[in-house]
């Protein structure tokens, strides 16, 4: 009984420090880590399974909220929509955490930036290999890392397209992107993505 209320204590604690988009979904939450508890005590594993993992899948509805307030506000001349997940599970079922999106169009232009996150995603360690090669890097055309603070970011330039690209890598495992076209520069792109949050990426996400 000692072991089965150690846990007990250790996954509701689990869930109350979650940052809580909802109170609903947060009393859910502990509904069904309860009822998954209740049913491994009852050895009945597959139902417990099943409770914990509907619980799981809350808990990343409710990180991805919070995740989403860490979006930077559209620059000046420019508008932007809600940010939203961009996966619909997807992101899960391949193994990865959130992946959110938020579109930024140019008022009176044809200027459109996407800025996006994702998180444990196994794709991310295609763009680990190219952070962490310099060679690699300089044998890209059109790309350059430039430093934003203690990090670093990739941006790519395509002026043929008038298109560009801002890569941020944190902690090997969060991978932060804006994405722009029908721009005269990749300043704007940049800029974006220097007012990111980034302390609050690492808050939201955890380490």
């Known amino acids: 009984m000692k072991t089965q209320s150690s846990l007990h204590k250790v996954l509701l604690a689990s869930a109350l420090m979650l940052p809580v988009a909802s109170a609903a979904m947060a009393d859910e939450v502990v509904e069904q880590i309860e009822l998954g508890l209740e049913r491994y005590q009852e050895e009945d594993y597959g139902s417990a399974l099943t409770e914990l993992e509907f ?31 961009s996966d619909d599970g997807a992101a899960a079922m391949m193994g990865g955490g959130a992946m959110l999106e938020r579109y930024y169009s140019e008022n009176g232009g044809d200027g459109e930036l996407t800025a996006s996150i994702m ?39 395509e002026p043929s397209y008038s298109s560009a690209e801002v890569s941020l890598l944190l902690d090997g495992r969060i991978l932060i992107q804006v994405e722009g076209t029908n721009l005269a520069s990749q300043d704007t792109a940049v800029e974006l993505m220097r007012s990111w949050d980034i302390g609050a990426v690492r808050e939201q996400v955890g380490r």
């Open 119 to 157: 998180v444990d995603n196994p794709m991310i360690q295609g763009m680990a290999a190219l952070f962490n090669n310099p060679a690699m890097l300089t044998a890209q055309p059109n790309t350059e890392r430039v430093r934003m603070g203690r990090e670093s970011a990739i941006v790519t330039w």
């Open 55 to 85: 619980a799981i899948s809350d808990i990343r509805k409710l990180q991805s909220a919070r995740i989403a307030e860490t979006f930077p506000e559209p620059p000046e001349g420019w508008e932007a929509g809600n940010a939203e997940s």
